[in-house]
Every structure is written in C-alpha cells, then in structure tokens.
C-alpha cells in the first residue's frame, strides 16, 4: 500500500519539534486503541501528542492476507463517536475495508497524530515522563502505551532444523496461496490466524497439512442469529474479567475460531479432513528427515466441540429464560474422525512451505519501569499501572472481551480518559527508582532479541 492510502499525519514541522517538547499526555501507538485514546482526549479537551512507530492502522494493511476480514460483524464496529453505519451491518469487513473505517474515523476528529517515530525508552524522571524517540526526546505528564499485543512474531526454535529447501513464514508474513511454492504446506497453529490461513490454501486447492492446538471454536450461527449477536445481548461481551475466579487464565486464553469469509460460517476442521486435509496433533519435535506429531487430534477436536456445543447450550437457556421465539435447530454429529489416537509423521521431503501461525509476544524493554510481572506482563487494572500517570490500552481482555476490539476499545478509552483527567488535578508521582545503572545496564543490546514463549 502506498503512504498516501495511509491515515494521514501531522505535517513535517510538527514532527520536528518533539525533541525538547512537552505535553500532558503522550499516547504511544497509533492503532485503534491509541486513535480511540485520542479521540476521547480531543471530545474532553485535554492536550496530546500521539507517536507511531509506522503508519496508524499499519497493523490491518501491512500484516493481513488479502483475503482477511473481520469474525465478527460490522455492527460491532464501534470506535468511540464512529460506529459503523454502511451498508452490510451484519457483514463482515475485508482488510482494504478495515483500513478506509480506521482512515474514515482519523479524517472525523484530525488527531494530533505523528508517524514514522519510534519510542526507544520511557522513564520517570522529576515528577514527569521521558519518552526517548528516534525524532529526539520529549517530556509528558502522563503517558498510555497502545502498542498492541501482536509486537513481535514467535517462530519456535524448532524452525531452524528444517532445512533452507523449506519455504517458512509466519502468519504475519502470509498474503496468499501463490506466495508459496508448489507443494504441501503445513499450517502450524489453530487459532483464528491458523484456521483461515488453512482455509485460504485449502480452497485454493493446496495439500495442507495442518497441527492442531487447543484452541476452541464457536458455531458461526445458531438458532437463526449469527452467535455473537445471542452472546452479545446475553452480556457477553461487557462482562468484566473482575467476574471470573482466575483472572490470569482468562487474559491469557486463545480465541475461538470461526470465519466471516463469503458472509461468515463455521470453521469444520472434520470437514476439511473429509475433503482432503491432513489433521495432525500437537507439533512435537522435528528431526532431519522427519516431522513428528503428537497423540492430541482426537482430544483437540473433542475439546473445541465441546466449547461450541456449551456455547450453543448457554444460548438455549437463554432463550428458555426469556421466552424468546426462536427456532429450534438440531445438533450434528462430527462429520470425520481420527481412526486411532495415534502420533503422526511427515517427511520433511514432503514439506514445500511452512506457515507458522504461532503467535506474537511483547517487547516492552524499551518502557524503564517496575510495572512488569515474572512473566514480563504489564501489571494493571482496567489499564491503569502502579507508576502514577502511565496507562494501557488495547491488551485482550484489558477489561472485557471487547477490550482492545473494534467493539469494546471506546469503554477502555472513555475509563482511562477519566482516570487521566482525574490525576492531572494532583500530582504526578516519580514511582521507584533503579537502585543502580540503568535499565539498559542489565542486558546486552541485541537487535535480533524477541519475545520469550510462555511455557504453555
């Protein structure tokens, strides 16, 4: 995409005078949350200043496939003052779609929005922010990180035994079926960015091969409503993960899989493997010549059916609670089973590509802060951290499931917006200091550095 299909920025000028400036709020990222931030910060009022690394929106035009779209409907599309309103409410966007709401929404409020400047460190420092950039060093008050969950690709290491015969990307990196050469292809990863990627390549007709995760599905329809609508009027999605026992193993669960490809259906991996798809288990090791696969496949399959048909059940009792008239709809039987639970093989010889859909993690070593956990996670409540004046925005399950979403960002915002507003009428703490050196002091500088995995 060519920088003027881009949201457009504050002009050259503006950019240039962040080294030595000084704002009450700093917003560090300009994706939907950091725009959301901002588009509240201007209704109340309050000044700002928001800095992108890239170009706002990068994310949906730079790292999508070309025949991405939304999984869930149009009408959930609510950025704060920007709900959607075309044509196909119970649509669902493709990526170009995607790019022109966002593009639509910056044209609505014209932020104070600066691309092409990266942040490279942030402390606290006499009673104020120090956000070091690649445009110089400005100074803030208070400061909300929106950079995202999906900083940085994670490739397991096990990648590196395959040998350079073998085409590998990660899911970030996929656009379509003819970027990869000719032959079968394995799909590592059933999350939502696996299952599609799946998808795309099977209905385009590739051998796929396909290592299944945990991750659990929902029905795209049920009882005449797409699912999402049951679950929405049922409170789904504005239940505060305040509500839930172990708030930790919510934040850090994986998404139910489903599509809104041609209108949105069901994501049936046993219907793919009827039609030809190799199901396998969990990725387990790679050896020179061999791909192994665990036992897993029938337990994978059983587990994200028995998340659908629960989900299908809470919307039967709902529907029983409230008197609702809704048809009835007969449950199915899976279509295909693993004749044996069994480990798998495959020849890396028969491997042309590899598409890893693994997922991302954070770097936030550039933030000089104590407000991490043992696992490097931001400590926080509704976004707000322990150091006085510094937020987040845009982690999944911030709040709510919508958190972070085209649907639940705008409450995130509207919260922190208050909380900011609140403590510009006191004082902006120091927090802790180093108790020597400097953050930077205490690991050597790698450019090629990612994100750890977690254990699971």
């Known amino acids: 995409m060519s920088p003027e299909a881009h949201l457009r920025s504050v002009p050259d000028p503006?950019?240039?005078?962040?080294?030595?400036?000084?704002?009450?709020?700093?917003?560090?990222?300009?994706?939907?949350?950091?725009?959301?931030?901002?588009?509240?910060?201007t209704d109340r009022g309050i000044d700002h200043l928001v800095l992108e690394a890239e170009t706002a929106g990068h994310e949906w035009a730079d790292r999508r496939w070309d025949s991405f779209c939304l999984v869930t409907p149009n009408w959930q599309?609510?950025?704060?003052?920007?709900?959607?309103?075309?044509?196909?409410?119970?649509?669902?966007?493709?990526?170009?779609?995607?790019?022109?709401?966002?593009?639509?929404?910056?044209?609505s409020f014209a932020p104070p929005l600066v691309?092409?400047?990266?942040?490279?460190?942030?402390?606290?420092?006499?009673?104020?922010?120090?956000?070091?950039?690649?445009?110089?060093?400005?100074?803030?008050?208070?400061?909300?990180?929106?950079?995202?969950?999906?900083?940085?690709?994670?490739?397991?290491?096990?990648?590196?035994?395959?040998?350079?015969?073998?085409?590998?990307?990660?899911?970030?990196?996929y656009r379509n079926p003819d970027q990869l050469p000719a032959g079968p292809v394995l799909v590592v990863g059933t999350g939502q960015s696996g299952c599609q990627?799946?998808?795309?390549?099977?209905?385009?007709?590739?051998?796929?091969?396909?290592?299944?995760?945990?991750?659990?599905?929902?029905?795209?329809?049920?009882?005449?409503?797409d699912c999402v609508a049951w679950l929405s009027d049922m409170g789904t999605y504005t239940k505060g993960i305040d509500a839930f026992p172990d708030v930790e193993a919510v934040r850090h669960k994986t998404n139910h899989y489903v599509t809104g490809r041609d209108?949105?259906?069901?994501?049936?991996?046993?219907?793919?493997?009827?039609?030809?798809?190799?199901?396998?288990?969990?990725?387990?090791?790679?050896?020179?010549?061999?791909?192994?696969?665990?036992?897993?496949?029938?337990?994978?399959?059983?587990?994200?059916?028995?998340?659908?048909?629960?989900?299908?059940?809470?919307?039967?009792?709902?529907?029983?609670?409230?008197?609702?008239?809704?048809?009835?709809?007969?449950?199915?039987?899976?279509?295909?089973?693993?004749?044996?639970d069994a480990p798998s093989e495959l020849a890396v010889s028969e491997i042309a590509a590899v598409v890893w859909a693994t997922g991302y993690g954070r770097d936030d070593r550039w933030i000089e802060l104590p407000i991490f956990d043992g696992r490097g996670y931001p400590t926080h409540e509704r976004g707000v951290t322990s150091q006085p004046g510094l937020y987040f925005i845009g982690l999944p399950w911030q709040y709510t499931?919508?958190?972070?979403?085209?649907?639940?960002?705008?409450?995130?915002?509207?919260?922190?917006?208050?909380?900011?507003?609140?403590?510009?009428?006191g004082t902006v703490a120091d927090g802790l200091h180093w108790l020597a050196g400097t953050p930077s002091s205490t690991f050597p500088s790698d450019d090629d550095w990612v994100a750890p995995r977690s254990a699971s």
């Open 14 to 41: 503006v950019r240039a005078r962040i080294d030595g400036a000084h704002h009450p709020v700093i917003v560090v990222g300009g994706g939907q949350a950091g725009l959301s931030t901002s588009r509240v910060l």
């Open 115 to 173: 691309e092409g400047v990266r942040a490279t460190s942030l402390r606290a420092r006499e009673g104020r922010f120090e956000i070091a950039t690649d445009r110089g060093t400005a100074t803030a008050d208070q400061v909300v990180i929106a950079t995202g969950p999906y900083q940085v690709p994670r490739t397991p290491r096990m990648a590196e035994r395959l040998p350079d015969s073998v085409v590998q990307v990660h899911s970030s990196e």
């Open 401 to 425: 499931w919508g958190s972070g979403r085209f649907s639940g960002v705008a409450a995130d915002a509207e919260y922190l917006v208050d909380r900011i507003a609140e403590t510009r009428r």
């Open 77 to 107: 599309c609510a950025l704060p003052g920007f709900a959607y309103d075309g044509p196909e409410p119970d649509g669902f966007m493709v990526r170009d779609e995607i790019t022109q709401y966002l593009e639509k929404f910056v044209a």
């Open 263 to 340: 209108g949105g259906r069901d994501i049936d991996l046993r219907k793919f493997a009827l039609e030809g798809m190799r199901l396998h288990g969990r990725l387990h090791r790679i050896d020179p010549d061999v791909v192994h696969f665990g036992p897993e496949l029938r337990a994978n399959l059983d587990g994200a059916d028995a998340v659908a048909e629960g989900i299908k059940d809470s919307i039967d009792a709902y529907i029983e609670a409230n008197g609702i008239d809704a048809p009835v709809e007969e449950r199915k039987a899976p279509v295909w089973a693993p004749a044996e």
């Open 197 to 225: 990627i799946a998808e795309d390549l099977h209905l385009a007709g590739r051998e796929v091969h396909l290592a299944t995760g945990t991750a659990p599905r929902v029905a795209r329809f049920y009882r005449g409503r």
